[in-house]
């Protein structure tokens, strides 16, 4: 079998990340993984949610959202679906897997993702270009004296693994992911430690060596995707 593009299995799409897209954030970037493009902005609230208050910590949070013609077929605005909140619940758990909140102060960052063309990935785009995103408002926060240091330890990245067609498969295009008979998506930090893992028996099950093929695919597959974000990130981190 034969990608379509002509990857190896074991390939990631080609990366490309322009950090300071947006000119108001505190922190942005655009990540394109393949024909999957997102808009990563990362903003600053001087305040945390109720059950924070008097804590002395802070708290990053995340929201998602696909443009109308981000996809072949144009989604509703204002339309949030179950996935949504799926997504903008993960990529939140993983940027606060890697961020120190007793450091944060009372503040919270939000990470906004907007979908500007989906080809598959966009939940593991949003992760991997969120954290560049938090990593440049956070050292807004140290310039400006209002963090002593740059509260993050360590890195983290994502990426999608799958079986099609029989074979595992490093991140899937959408047409790879809408025929795959198991869909996992990965995210792990730069020292190797898992976050989350989200796999699905999608046509048919899977068994142990499988899984542990696609994890090493994954592991990989971030690997790779770490050495991009220290390469962009080595003023700051």
């Not at 993983?94 to 989906?118: F, N, Y």
């Not at 002593?148 to 099609?164: C, L, M, N, T, W």
Request: net charge neutral; proline share 3%.
């Amino acid at each position: 079998m034969v990608r379509n593009d002509n990857r190896g299995f074991d390939k990631i799409r080609k990366v490309e990340i322009k950090r300071n897209f947006l000119k108001y954030a505190e922190g942005s970037c655009l990540i394109e993984m393949g024909n999957t493009k997102v808009i990563c902005s990362a903003s600053v609230e001087e305040s945390v949610p109720p059950f924070l208050k008097n804590s002395g910590n802070g708290w990053v949070t995340a929201e998602y959202g696909m443009l109308p013609r981000s996809c072949k077929s144009r989604i509703p605005r204002g339309k949030d679906s179950g996935r949504t909140h799926e997504i903008q619940r993960l990529v939140g758990r993983s940027l606060r897997a890697v961020t120190e909140m007793e450091k944060l102060g009372e503040r919270t960052i939000w990470l906004d993702c907007d979908v500007l063309q989906g080809d598959g990935g966009t939940r593991t785009a949003s992760i991997t270009g969120s954290f560049i995103a938090l990593a440049e408002a956070l050292n807004k926060l140290k310039k400006n004296g209002l963090i002593r240091e740059i509260p993050i330890k360590d890195f983290v990245a994502a990426v999608s693994v799958g079986v099609v067609s029989g074979e595992p498969m490093l991140d899937l295009t959408y047409e790879e992911d809408s025929t795959a008979e198991v869909d996992m998506n990965v995210v792990m930090t730069g020292k190797g430690q898992f976050i989350e893992v989200q796999g699905t028996a999608e046509r048919r099950t899977f068994n142990r060596e499988q899984m542990d093929k696609l994890l090493g695919f994954a592991e990989k597959g971030i690997r790779d995707l770490v050495e991009i974000q220290s390469n962009l990130l080595k003023d700051i981190l």
